[in-house]
């Protein structure tokens, strides 16, 4: 759903709203929906071409489809694929994106993911996923220590013509933690024209350009991490993406203890001691949710520090209810929910939830 | 003793008793003379007074200073029991009044205790109440054109 729906807010989904076209499928595991405002002539082809865009991706990028061209690749991870552009460009970003985060985003998690028996709980429905599986297998006690996880990973991108071939590296991989945000990064490239401002929400996942149905900015609510209607926070962001890693809806049990997929490479163990939720807010939202994922896993006694470092606009939620925002935050943010307004942002100084 | 039958005899009898008659008479001053050598032997032994005399070890108080002994005996131990029973008292009371005290510092410290809950559910009370009251009279969440959450 675009808007909270008690009737005094937003419900984009309406197309008796005036100016406003909006388009909306499932795909990725999630709710996609596109919002154009004043939307121009060649608006619905952009729309048609956005949405081939986020079909793309998950036909060739995702884990979960047996036919995708990842699902190809990872069966035979030493050797090289001819594989479709779109996935060809995904993992040359989501190489980019392990360097940039000095290994904290590494999508060979995907053999700690697997260990602990995740691979029918990414796709499931909406909704808070806690459920118990038979493998004791689990963190350092999954791999060997001559695992590719020592080394920085390394794919491998040709190009000739027309045609892509990639190697992994030697180590199945799972695009979750970056497929989504491409995919709205590239549908949102198409939207760019397509009205006076544009809106993708992918599951959570967001991209906005343009100004919003009311004439301003786009206005974002930040999800509580622990349910209710009412968010946390609201932001105010003109273009640009957002995106949002929780543990509040892929966690479950692995020999009577609990893990979560946002799984920390270093440690091979889920990851971000302390936290619950983790958003970012950055011009591409790719980043965004790729720096959502890394400063998840810096863990809550370090966030602050770290994307102040960075310069990031990103917000957190405590696992005992604190909200945080980083300075470069503070800007975007206009309302705090009352019971967790504190002095100011930063490390130290959050307010109770 | 003189047979009739035999009066020869008779004659020689009565010879006999006239000797016997002196040297009988002399036997109690043979003994008075022995008897007092030997008194008078007692008296001058020098070793005599140096060793007591067997019958001085196994002397016999008098049943008077007995009597009299036995009660001081007795008086003695009845007044060590009753010190020890004194002794015994007192520490059953000192005992006693530690447990009184350590049952008081308990109940104050248990009463403290439950004086803080109290103190702290008032204050968590109070601080939900502020809460809710900031809540209510802060202002609503301005209207979102989209909520982001949980990605996946």
New interface residues.
């Given amino acids: 759903?675009?808007?909270?729906d008690d009737g005094?807010?937003?419900d984009?989904a309406q197309t008796t709203i005036p100016d406003v076209r909006t388009r909306t499928f499932r795909a990725m595991?999630?709710q996609v929906t596109f919002?154009v405002v004043d939307p121009s002539p060649g608006a619905d082809a952009a729309l048609e071409r956005a949405e081939s865009v986020v079909r793309e991706v998950e036909r060739t990028c995702s884990r979960f489809d047996a036919a995708s061209d990842l699902v190809r690749a990872n069966a035979a991870p030493h050797q090289w694929h001819e594989v479709p552009a779109r996935l060809a460009h995904a993992l040359a970003e989501a190489g980019r994106a392990h360097e940039e985060t000095a290994g904290l985003f590494d999508p060979r998690v995907l053999e700690m993911l697997l260990s602990w028996g995740s691979a029918e709980s990414?796709p499931a429905a909406e909704g808070p996923l806690v459920r118990a599986v038979g493998l004791a297998t689990r963190g350092r006690e999954a791999g060997s220590p001559t695992s590719a996880f020592c080394e920085p990973w390394r794919p491998r991108v040709a190009r000739d013509g027309s045609t892509y071939r990639v190697h992994l590296g030697g180590t199945g991989v799972d695009l979750?933690g970056i497929g989504?945000?491409l995919a709205v990064r590239w549908a949102a490239a198409e939207l760019g024209a397509a009205g006076r401002g544009s809106?993708i929400?992918?599951?959570?996942?967001?991209a906005f350009s343009g100004s919003?149905?009311d004439g301003g900015a786009?206005?974002?609510?930040?999800?509580d991490?622990f349910g209710g209607d009412?968010?946390v926070l609201?932001l105010e962001v003109n273009h640009g993406g957002?995106?949002?890693?929780?543990?509040?809806?892929?966690r479950w049990t692995v020999a009577d203890e609990q893990v979560h997929?946002l799984v920390d490479p270093r440690t091979r163990l889920p990851g971000g001691r302390g936290l619950a939720?983790v958003?970012v807010a950055d011009p591409d939202p790719a980043r965004s949710?790729v720096w959502?994922k890394a400063l998840f896993l810096t863990g809550g006694a370090a966030i602050g520090t770290r994307a102040d470092e960075l310069g990031l606009a990103a917000a957190w939620v405590r696992l005992d209810g604190r909200v945080g925002v980083s300075a470069a935050m503070e800007p975007l943010t206009?309302?705090r929910?009352?019971?967790t307004q504190g002095p100011t942002a930063g490390e130290g100084q959050e307010a109770q939830s | 003793m003189t047979d009739p039958s035999r009066p020869g005899v008779a004659a020689s009898g009565r010879r006999r008793a006239a000797r016997r008659g002196p040297a009988i008479a002399l036997i109690p001053a043979v003994a008075a003379v022995f008897g007092g050598s030997l008194a008078w032997a007692g008296q001058h032994d020098p070793l005599a007074a140096a060793e007591p005399s067997a019958v001085d070890e196994q002397v016999q108080p008098e049943p008077g200073a007995a009597a009299e002994q036995a009660v001081a005996d007795l008086t003695a131990r009845v007044r060590d029991a009753r010190a020890r029973v004194a002794a015994l008292t007192a520490t059953v009371a000192e005992q006693r009044e530690a447990a009184h005290a350590k049952q008081a510092a308990d109940a104050a410290q248990a009463s403290a205790a439950q004086a803080a809950a109290a103190q702290a559910a008032a204050a968590k009370a109070a601080a939900q109440a502020s809460?809710a009251q900031?809540?209510a009279s802060?202002?609503a969440?301005?209207?979102?054109?989209?909520?982001?959450?949980?990605?996946?």
């Fill in positions: 759903m675009l808007a909270l005094d807010r937003w984009l595991a999630s919002v990414m979750g989504k945000g809106m929400d992918a599951g959570g996942d967001l919003s149905p786009w206005r974002v609510g930040i999800e991490p009412e968010p609201v957002c995106a949002t890693s929780s543990i509040r809806r892929h997929h939720a958003t949710e959502s206009i309302w929910r009352p019971s | 809460a900031r809540r802060a202002p969440p301005p209207r979102v054109h989209v909520v982001t959450r949980a990605s996946g």
